[in-house]
């Protein structure tokens, strides 16, 4: 999937595509970020909704810490720049889900300031994705159409809930690239425990900025930090699936590159993707921060960061993706692609770790991210609620280690064990699965083999290749037990070849 060359080709020559994305993270938290009101499903509609939330007059808004501090811990887990003093504004506009007329979101002083991203592509190698900002705002209500043929109903369960929304620069180059970023973002906020990631139920999202530019306008872009070297953006709206975002991404830089060939301009603008027509549509011409005519919230002091508080959050930061993939590769001799997926889910991680206790690490890792994965996958099962433990995968690795089961034996054993069949040693032996390492009967079944084919057996001093006919039919008499080791090495011996 890794798309290493940039470059699309067009009609009249090569064109690259550059994409900076907002990502809109739901804060795990259990109030609003303003008013005391439970946050998340199961509340019928408008049963989470405080009088804050429904602007109601005279009510106050009144931050949570906990909100606060949760921005602040996904800061620091992107490297960021926290702000000792950030200010809330609003931004006005209007719509029915939004009773305030405005929105309170943070414009020219962010919580949290410049920092990076490291992403893997598919094969296992990395780029940086440097982020611009990352602040907090209110979300909206919901307008639900589909309730009545004539109307319109509302629900404010979501109107004031936090988000946290995380700005990169324009430093993605492919649609593989902005997904791979979205995914790292995602791994990254729910092993900090800031947001659920469950995009999904939209609670992370993202807003896709696409323009497209002539190979080396990009380089230039870098040099200089002038924009005026960048194509024309349009932003693609509310993207919650790492497929959306790569379908949304093809089609509009497409779209882009028509219009520019055609001799036409591209006109700011904020567009929609439909999932059903793999296409972008123009929503509304893109407005300029004037227009919102943001100014600071009067309701609102200008929020002050305590620096001993920052540095005990800094603190009780768990191990975080980058440095886990890190210790997997010096502690357990992982190649980076392999520490990479594991380090995918904190899960995973855990998982691999507890099963490779005093084992064979890559063979243990190979069983938890193919084999078990992709059962778990098919079964829709998170790696948490596996029926099988570690100490089951550990087992299996066990047998194969010690040469009881050769690998292709241990597949078996495997969907024994998923099937609830037992341990795998317990397997094993009821099923007679060992393999068949016990020379003498090897031996009398080349014999008897060489006797009843002499002309492969002459054959095979010519074309030593030839042997893995022999070999072929030892495993089919075996059932595939036979030590293949042992096989090759007797075969040699009696067919006078090696
Ligand atoms: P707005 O609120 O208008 O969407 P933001 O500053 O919040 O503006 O976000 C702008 C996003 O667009 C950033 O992610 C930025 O990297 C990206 N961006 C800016 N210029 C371009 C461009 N020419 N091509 C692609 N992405 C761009
Ligand atoms: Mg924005």
Request: charged letters at 25%; glycine letters at 8%; a negative charge.
């Amino acid at each position: 999937m890794t798309d290493t060359s940039k470059v699309i080709e067009g009609r009249t020559g090569p064109w690259e595509m550059v994409l900076g994305l907002e990502i809109h993270a739901q804060v795990a938290s259990k109030a609003k970020l303003f008013s005391g009101a439970a946050v998340g499903f199961g509340g019928g509609p408008n049963e989470q909704v405080s009088l804050v939330d429904a602007a109601m007059p005279g009510m106050l808004p009144v931050i949570n810490r906990f909100c606060v501090e949760q921005a602040v811990r996904t800061g620091l887990g992107l490297k960021a720049q926290i702000n000792l003093r950030s200010t809330f504004d609003r931004k006005n506009y209007f719509y029915p889900d939004l009773p305030q007329g405005y929105q309170i979101s943070q414009f020219k002083d962010p919580v949290v300031g410049e920092g990076e991203v490291i992403v893997e592509h598919d094969d296992g190698s990395t780029f940086t994705v440097r982020i611009e900002r990352l602040h907090l705002e209110q979300d909206a209500g919901k307008s639900l159409h589909d309730q009545d043929p004539n109307a319109t109903y509302v629900d404010l369960n979501r109107a004031g809930t936090a988000l946290m929304e995380i700005v990169s620069k324009p430093d993605m180059r492919s649609a593989a690239e902005a997904a791979a970023y979205v995914k790292k973002v995602r791994t990254i906020l729910v092993y900090l425990g800031t947001c659920d990631g469950d995009m999904e139920k939209g609670n992370l999202r993202a807003d896709v900025n696409v323009s497209v530019c002539r190979p080396g306008d990009y380089e230039k872009f870098r040099e200089t930090g002038s924009f005026s070297h960048l194509g024309t953006r349009c932003e693609i709206k509310n993207v919650n699936s790492y497929r959306y975002i790569q379908q949304a991404i093809e089609y509009e830089a497409r779209r882009q590159i028509e219009i520019l060939e055609d001799g036409g301009k591209i006109i700011q603008e904020t567009r929609l993707f439909d999932p059903n027509k793999i296409e972008t549509r123009s929503m509304r011409s893109k407005e300029e921060a004037h227009d919102y005519r943001y100014f600071p919230d009067p309701d609102l002091l200008p929020l002050i960061l305590d620096p001993a508080w920052v540095k005990k959050i800094q603190d009780s930061l768990p191990e975080l993706p980058d440095a886990k993939k890190a210790r997997l590769q010096s502690q357990y001799g992982l190649s980076a692609y392999d520490a990479g997926v594991l380090i995918t889910e904190q899960a995973r991680a855990d998982f691999f770790e507890e099963a490779a206790k005093g084992r064979d690490a890559k063979l243990t890792s190979n069983w938890v991210t193919n084999e078990l994965a992709a059962r778990l996958t098919a079964a829709g099962q998170d790696i948490g609620d596996s029926p099988l433990k570690p100490a089951d995968i550990a087992e299996l690795v066990t047998l194969i280690e010690e040469g009881v089961i050769s690998s292709k034996i241990a597949k078996d054993v495997f969907d024994r064990m998923w099937a609830g069949e037992g341990g795998a040693r317990a397997i094993v032996e009821k099923q007679g699965l060992q393999q068949v390492s016990d020379t003498g009967a090897l031996e009398a079944m080349i014999d008897k083999l060489i006797a009843a084919n002499p002309g492969q057996a002459a054959a095979v001093k010519d074309k030593p290749q030839a042997i893995g006919w022999f070999v072929g039919q030892l495993m089919k008499e075996t059932g595939g037990k036979a030590n293949p080791g042992t096989v090759n090495q007797l075969l040699k011996a009696k067919l006078g070849i090696g």
